[in-house]
């Protein structure tokens, strides 16, 4: 393919961004330059630039394959992609399934040691201010992202993760922990951007524990060139495991769904649109006979509360883990809710709009969770 790159529109540590003639695609093209601890240690790294290209390029497209949104269009040349152009959002989002790293230095703890549940730490893009992290309500409170963007980060980042640990197991590589970075693209959806590579990801040999990427850089290990090709050959080799993985992923994804679907959504989702309001979804009990009824009365209100699809389920995982463990493996997307039931007086149109806002605001965290709320008039 052939697209012709025009300016120069940002160069970063390890990549160069260029336009093209068309404004909804940009260039990107990868560096050999390494930098480390926030620039203060730099250096280059032979053949990274092509390495880098090639890792992201396949893993991309096998995140593709598997549903997730991305960038990338096409790989154009060894060390250039074209992607979709988007508004990088200004937060890196790290994913921890073992502690390493800063994670391993700040929380004095030793490398190595499994993270149950993953960590998913959020940092602001602010090289000036060292990438500091921040926590959920930070973000939303700075205005960098909103509670329904956060949601559909994590959830996308929780996908990314649960594919790319298996990938990398076929090929004898365990994933330690990995930055991910997401951009709104053109028609304002959120996808995921930037790179997937050595230079963003931990990599353990899971034989030896050898480490496969920019810690070598970092530490001064030596066979640094090496270890990024190593990467590379087992990145590309393709492995039985890969279409499995694929399918498995959007399977457990469409049982989820249709969990969601059954369950409803209610408010705060990034499709809120698509969906009714919980004033909306109590009709099924209250619209036709109750409806007729005026005048105050007591009414049984149901308040049914789920976490969002999301790595922050670990009950749900649990419970699901040994369900199958026990026998029954045709049971898959396993999520443990809670239930509010109560009583409340009053006229029906009132009760109706009291009960959605006390769901919303009270019983259940807008960003984290659905709820669906059923009312019935009590009986005698
Ligand atoms: N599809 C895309 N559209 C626009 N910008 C992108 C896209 N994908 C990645 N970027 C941005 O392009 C830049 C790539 O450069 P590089 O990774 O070298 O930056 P960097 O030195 O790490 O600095 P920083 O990421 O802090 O800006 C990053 O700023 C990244 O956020
Ligand atoms: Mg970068």
Same mark, same amino acid.
């Given at each position: $393919?052939?697209?012709?790159?025009?300016?120069?529109?940002?160069?970063?540590?390890?990549?160069?961004?260029?336009?093209?003639?068309?404004?909804?695609?940009?260039? *990107?093209?990868?560096?050999? =330059?390494?930098?480390?601890?926030?620039?203060?240690?730099?250096?280059? *790294?032979?053949?990274?630039?092509?390495?880098?290209?090639?890792?992201?390029?396949?893993?991309?497209?096998?995140?593709?394959?598997?549903? /997730?949104?991305?960038?990338?269009?096409?790989?154009?040349?060894?060390?250039?992609?074209?992607?979709?152009? /988007?508004? *990088?959002?200004?937060?890196?989002?790290?994913?921890?399934?073992?502690?390493?790293?800063?994670?391993?230095?700040?929380?004095?703890?030793?490398?190595?040691?499994?993270?149950?549940?993953?960590?998913?730490?959020?940092?602001?893009?602010?090289?000036?201010?060292?990438?500091?992290?921040?926590?959920?309500?930070?973000?939303?409170?700075?205005?960098? /992202?909103?509670?329904?963007?956060?949601e559909?980060?994590?959830e996308?980042?929780?996908?990314?993760?649960?594919?790319?640990?298996?990938?990398?197991?076929?090929?004898?590589?365990?994933?330690?922990?990995?930055?991910?970075?997401?951009?709104?693209?053109?028609?304002?959806?959120?996808?995921?951007?930037?790179? !997937?590579?050595?230079?963003?990801?931990?990599?353990?040999?899971?034989?030896?524990? =050898?480490?496969? =990427?920019?810690?070598?850089?970092?530490?001064?290990?030596?066979?640094?060139?090496?270890?990024?090709?190593?990467?590379?050959?087992?990145?590309?080799?393709?492995?039985?495991?890969?279409?499995? !993985?694929?399918?498995?992923? @959007?399977?457990?994804r469409e049982a989820w769904e249709l969990g969601e679907a059954h369950v409803g959504h209610s408010?705060?989702g990034a499709n809120?649109?698509d969906h009714?309001?919980?004033?909306?979804?109590?009709?099924?009990?209250?619209?036709?006979?109750?409806?007729?009824?005026?005048?105050?009365?007591?009414?049984?209100? /149901?308040?049914?509360?789920m976490l969002r699809r999301s !790595?922050?389920d670990?009950?749900?995982?649990?419970?699901?883990?040994?369900?199958?463990?026990?026998?029954?493996?045709? @049971?898959?997307g396993?999520r443990?809710g809670?239930? !509010?039931?109560?009583? *409340?007086?009053?006229?029906?149109?009132?009760?109706?709009?009291?009960?959605?806002?006390?769901?919303?605001?009270?019983?259940?965290?807008?960003? $984290?969770e659905d709820?669906q709320?059923?009312?019935?008039?009590?009986?005698?």
């Open positions: $393919m052939s697209v012709q790159r025009t300016e120069l529109l940002y160069e970063g540590k390890a990549k160069k961004v260029y336009a093209t003639a068309d404004p909804e695609l940009h260039v *990107i093209e990868y560096k050999d =330059d390494a930098t480390a601890f926030n620039a203060q240690k730099r250096g280059s *790294i032979a053949g990274k630039g092509e390495v880098n290209a090639a890792v992201a390029t396949r893993i991309f497209e096998f995140l593709a394959e598997a549903g /997730v949104p991305t960038h990338l269009e096409a790989l154009l040349s060894p060390r250039e992609q074209l992607v979709k152009a /988007v508004r *990088i959002v200004p937060l890196e989002v790290v994913v921890r399934n073992r502690a390493a790293g800063s994670f391993a230095k700040r929380y004095g703890v030793p490398e190595g040691g499994e993270l149950d549940p993953v960590v998913v730490e959020w940092c602001l893009k602010d090289d000036a201010l060292g990438d500091p992290m921040l926590n959920d309500a930070a973000a939303v409170a700075l205005g960098i /992202v909103t509670p329904e963007e956060l559909t980060l994590f996308l980042t929780a996908e990314v993760n649960d594919l790319l640990k298996p990938f990398f197991a076929a090929r004898g590589l365990d994933l330690i922990d990995f930055k991910l970075e997401f951009g709104v693209d053109p028609d304002g959806a959120i996808v995921l951007a930037d790179e !997937i590579s050595p230079d963003t990801c931990r990599l353990w040999d899971s034989a030896t524990g =050898d480490k496969l =990427d920019k810690d070598r850089f970092r530490r001064d290990l030596g066979g640094v060139e090496e270890a990024y090709q190593e990467v590379r050959a087992r990145v590309l080799t393709r492995t039985e495991q890969d279409a499995e !993985i694929v399918r498995e992923h @959007v399977a457990e408010h705060g809120d649109q009714q309001h919980p004033h909306a979804g109590a009709g099924r009990h209250t619209s036709a006979g109750a409806r007729g009824d005026a005048g105050a009365r007591t009414f049984n209100a /149901v308040v049914d509360v !790595i922050l670990p009950q749900g995982r649990a419970v699901e883990a040994t369900v199958r463990r026990l026998g029954h493996g045709n @049971v898959r396993v443990v809670k239930r !509010i039931t109560f009583a *409340i007086d009053g006229e029906l149109a009132e009760v109706e709009a009291q009960v959605a806002a006390l769901a919303t605001d009270l019983l259940s965290n807008p960003v $984290m709820v709320v059923e009312l019935e008039p009590a009986a005698g």
